[in-house]
């Protein structure tokens, strides 16, 4: 009795079920394609900040202590890491990632600035400074960015794990893993660069 009804039902609601079917299936599967299986062309490397935010105005001063406005760098893209005055190996890796993404860049390189944010007193090696000559060096409060710069999830997130990307407007964000590949970087500003129509 219960399977009669059963089949009489399904067949007097068929054509509905199917048309129901038809128009759910394309939403379905353009979800899984955005959300599940996005192309690779589409996708950064970089993490995006979300909501994106302005930087604000930072006690910054250069190595002579002179002040410094990060302002006056606005119009251009800006790679930003944080690190100790001495610079050790991964701080230098760092360095190396951004000038090497700036130079690669080809015509467009002028585009982009370099800073390392310094958050402690000591003095900066001669050698370092020509190493990566470019880089803007500037002395920074470490409260100020930890306030400002989002940090990977995680309990062993620190400051001088990342480097972050600012846009010719002032927001941050982009903030591009540790240990980065700086081919990934330079795809990631390939795009930008087409992108943008400032900076």
């Known amino acids: 009795m219960l399977r009669s009804r059963w089949r009489e039902h ?16 394309p939403v379905v599967a353009s979800y899984l394609a955005y959300y599940a299986f996005p192309p690779a062309g589409r996708t950064n490397y970089g993490e995006l900040i979300e909501p994106q935010r302005l930087v604000p105005a930072l006690s910054l ?51 982009i600035e370099r800073v390392l ?24 409060s470490g409260a100020e960015l930890m306030a400002l710069l989002e940090l990977p999830a995680g309990a062993n997130a620190h400051l001088d794990d990342c480097v972050w990307l600012i846009d010719p407007l002032g927001h941050l964000m982009l903030r591009w893993p540790v240990a980065a590949d700086p081919s990934r970087m330079k795809k990631d500003m390939d795009r930008l660069l087409r992108a943008s129509r400032i900076g």
Request: glycine fraction near 4%; charged fraction near 30%; proline fraction near 2%.
């Open 61 to 111: 001063q250069t190595l002579d202590g002179r002040a410094f406005d990060l302002s006056t760098l606005r119009g251009s893209w800006i790679m930003v890491t944080v690190d100790r005055a001495e610079c050790p190996d991964a701080c230098q890796k760092k360095l190396w990632n951004m000038r090497q993404v700036r130079a690669a860049t080809g015509k467009e390189r002028d585009r």
């Open 117 to 140: 944010f310094i958050i402690d007193d000591s003095a900066t090696t001669t050698m370092l400074l020509r190493e990566f000559e470019g880089t803007h060096f500037l002395r920074a």
């Open 10 to 25: 399904w067949r007097r609601l068929r054509p509905l079920y199917l048309m129901a079917l038809a128009c759910i299936v």
